[in-house]
């Protein structure tokens, strides 16, 4: 079959090997290398990968002819606020302290377990769409463990691999958070697509010390000036099962804290200067104390969802002030960034930040079968079809997504999405929550910024 044939979904059936032949392999594993040739996926896992893996597999295989595209690692999304999927583009203009008070206090509680799902479902078919396997799910709106599990299930019912941080936004309740993780933890255990983790606004040493007691990770956004950073960030209290998002104003010790820890970061490229947080994302930083980095998408609130676009923008920074270095002299300025360097923080890097290195963010034998597969037809003419996947690529030319050995997208459409349907109510939600805040949704229709009325 041809990996365009729309019927080739129907014939994976599970248990059945499917072999992916003819492909450019873009592993990202150091050892394998690229090459032009085969991958093959026996149940959840990369059971064979190289120029004739084909030849390992069984005669009943599902045999694909991938001929034209390439094939990387499922792309991940290192710090994602999902819940918020339904509440695109309500306020493109509004500053950090406008986002948070809009987010945190006005909508967030308004919104049921319902509505916390129905966002979480359009947060995942848009990572779907645009080759995403897997996210860090930064949900600050667990206002109680019914919140939470409506979250994991929309996620689970997506079919997507995701960490679900578990927190409360800016000024609200916390005291049910911790029992909220540990019965999430427990609601999620036999299914190894989803795993749990604190999330907090600033990292604390009481949530880092709760979670290594509790043997789960540590999702927190990390700035100077919010919270208590020096006592937090020490490599007693760090371990590799923490993410630290954004990372702005971070000192020297900050960073070999983080280094010597093995603690994971997600840099936000689009989203820090937008908000105002940072003239750019401190990649240097990272390079310097050798520190690899995922990227992340943040939310939708006031822009896209685009791990392209965080990809190339961070591409761009990097080699911008990685140039600027050198030509000021700096001994030891970072060697800018290529192709690869910006596809590895979207694969290898978002691995870290999901806790999930060598098991996601590869394609080797042993890994889980998380694939993304573009079509080079659009593309064409390309001649680096590493520099098609991570200069000229967009959702578009995402032919296919496996997750876990599922297909998950297939001929560049979702799978099992009535989306139209879910258009409906993600806005049906929407309306419902902006009304009890006071908000006609048609009166954003040309504004920039959410006004509440009375401020």
């Not at 995403?132 to 019912?157: F, K, M, P, Y």
């Not at 949530?207 to 000036?225: D, H, K, S």
């Not at 093995?262 to 490229?269: E, H, V």
């Not at 995402?398 to 993600?426: C, F, I, S, Y």
């Given at each position: 079959?041809?990996?365009?044939?729309?019927?080739?979904?129907?014939?994976?059936?599970?248990?059945?090997?499917?072999?992916?032949?003819?492909?450019?392999?873009?592993?990202?594993?150091?050892?394998?290398?690229?090459?032009v040739?085969?991958?093959?996926?026996t149940?959840?896992?990369?059971?064979?990968?190289?120029?004739?893996?084909?030849?390992?597999a069984?005669?009943?295989?599902?045999?694909?002819?991938?001929?034209?595209?390439v094939i990387?690692?499922?792309?991940?999304?290192?710090h994602?606020?999902?819940?918020?999927?339904?509440?695109?583009?309500?306020?493109?203009?509004?500053?950090?302290?406008?986002?948070?008070?809009?987010?945190?206090?006005?909508?967030?509680?308004?919104?049921?377990?319902?509505?916390?799902?129905?966002?979480?479902?359009?947060?995942?078919?848009?990572?779907?769409?645009?080759?995403?396997?897997?996210?860090?799910?930064?949900?600050?709106?667990?206002?109680?463990?019914?919140?939470?599990?409506?979250?994991?299930?929309?996620?689970?019912?997506?079919?997507?691999?995701?960490?679900?941080?578990?927190?409360?936004?800016m000024?609200?309740?916390?005291?049910?958070?911790?029992?909220?993780?540990?019965?999430?933890r427990?609601?999620?255990?036999?299914?190894?697509?989803?795993?749990?983790?604190?999330?907090?606004?600033?990292?604390?040493?009481?949530?880092?010390?709760?979670?290594?007691?509790?043997?789960?990770?540590l999702?927190?956004?990390?700035?100077?000036?919010?919270?208590?950073?020096?006592?937090?960030l020490?490599?007693?209290?760090?371990?590799?099962q923490?993410t630290?998002?954004h990372?702005?104003g971070?000192?020297d010790?900050?960073w070999?804290?983080?280094?010597?820890?093995?603690?994971?970061?997600?840099?936000?490229?689009?989203?820090?200067?937008?908000?105002?947080?940072?003239?750019?994302?401190?990649?240097?930083?990272?390079n310097?104390?050798?520190?690899?980095?995922?990227?992340s998408?943040?939310?939708?609130?006031?822009?896209?969802?685009?791990?392209?676009?965080?990809?190339?923008?961070?591409?761009?920074?990097?080699?911008?002030?990685?140039?600027?270095?050198?030509?000021?002299?700096?001994?030891?300025?970072?060697r800018?960034?290529?192709?690869?360097?910006?596809?590895?923080?979207?694969?290898?890097?978002?691995?870290?930040a999901?806790?999930?290195?060598?098991?996601?963010?590869?394609?080797?034998?042993?890994?889980?079968?998380?694939?993304?597969?573009?079509a080079?037809?659009?593309?064409?003419?390309i001649?680096?079809?590493?520099?098609?996947?991570?200069?000229?690529?967009?959702?578009?030319?995402?032919?296919?997504?496996?997750?876990?050995?599922?297909?998950?997208?297939?001929?560049?459409?979702?799978?099992?999405?009535?989306?139209?349907?879910?258009?409906?109510?993600?806005?049906?939600?929407?309306?419902?929550?902006?009304k009890?805040?006071?908000?006609?949704?048609?009166?954003?229709?040309?504004?920039g910024?959410?006004?509440?009325?009375?401020?």
């Amino acid at each position: 079959m041809e990996i365009f044939d729309r019927n080739v979904p129907a014939a994976w059936t599970p248990g059945r090997t499917v072999v992916f032949r003819g492909a450019s392999v873009i592993t990202m594993d150091a050892d394998a290398g690229d090459f032009v040739g085969d991958v093959v996926v026996t149940g959840t896992t990369i059971s064979a990968a190289g120029p004739d893996a084909a030849a390992t597999a069984p005669a009943d295989a599902l045999v694909i002819d991938a001929t034209g595209t390439v094939i990387t690692p499922g792309l991940v999304d290192g710090h994602l606020h999902a819940w918020e999927g339904a509440l695109r583009g309500v306020s493109p203009d509004t500053d950090i302290m406008a986002y948070l008070t809009l987010t945190h206090t006005v909508l967030a509680p308004l919104m049921t377990p319902d509505d916390v799902a129905i966002g979480e479902k359009v947060s995942a078919v848009r990572a779907l769409e645009q080759g995403v396997t897997t996210i860090v799910d930064n949900n600050h709106n667990v206002r109680s463990l019914e919140h939470g599990q409506a979250a994991v299930g929309a996620l689970q019912e997506a079919g997507l691999r995701a960490v679900v941080a578990a927190g409360v936004g800016m000024g609200q309740p916390d005291g049910h958070v911790y029992q909220a993780v540990l019965g999430l933890r427990d609601h999620v255990a036999s299914d190894e697509r989803i795993s749990v983790r604190l999330m907090e606004l600033a990292p604390t040493e009481a949530g880092l010390r709760f979670t290594a007691e509790n043997g789960i990770g540590l999702v927190a956004e990390t700035l100077a000036g919010f919270g208590d950073l020096d006592s937090a960030l020490t490599p007693e209290l760090l371990n590799p099962q923490v993410t630290l998002d954004h990372v702005i104003g971070l000192s020297d010790a900050h960073w070999k804290a983080i280094a010597d820890s093995g603690a994971a970061i997600a840099l936000a490229p689009r989203s820090d200067p937008h908000y105002g947080l940072a003239a750019a994302s401190p990649i240097l930083a990272a390079n310097r104390f050798g520190v690899q980095e995922a990227i992340s998408t943040d939310n939708e609130f006031e822009y896209g969802s685009d791990i392209f676009g965080e990809l190339r923008t961070l591409l761009g920074v990097q080699r911008g002030q990685a140039y600027a270095a050198l030509q000021a002299g700096a001994t030891d300025a970072p060697r800018p960034y290529g192709v690869r360097d910006a596809l590895r923080a979207a694969t290898v890097g978002g691995a870290r930040a999901a806790g999930l290195s060598g098991r996601i963010g590869v394609i080797t034998p042993g890994a889980q079968a998380d694939l993304t597969i573009f079509a080079l037809d659009r593309l064409r003419p390309i001649a680096s079809h590493l520099g098609a996947v991570a200069a000229y690529a967009e959702s578009r030319d995402v032919t296919a997504v496996v997750v876990d050995g599922v297909p998950r997208k297939w001929a560049g459409e979702v799978l099992g999405v009535d989306r139209a349907e879910l258009v409906r109510q993600a806005e049906a939600s929407r309306d419902r929550v902006l009304k009890e805040a006071g908000v006609d949704v048609d009166s954003l229709r040309f504004a920039g910024s959410l006004e509440l009325p009375g401020a």
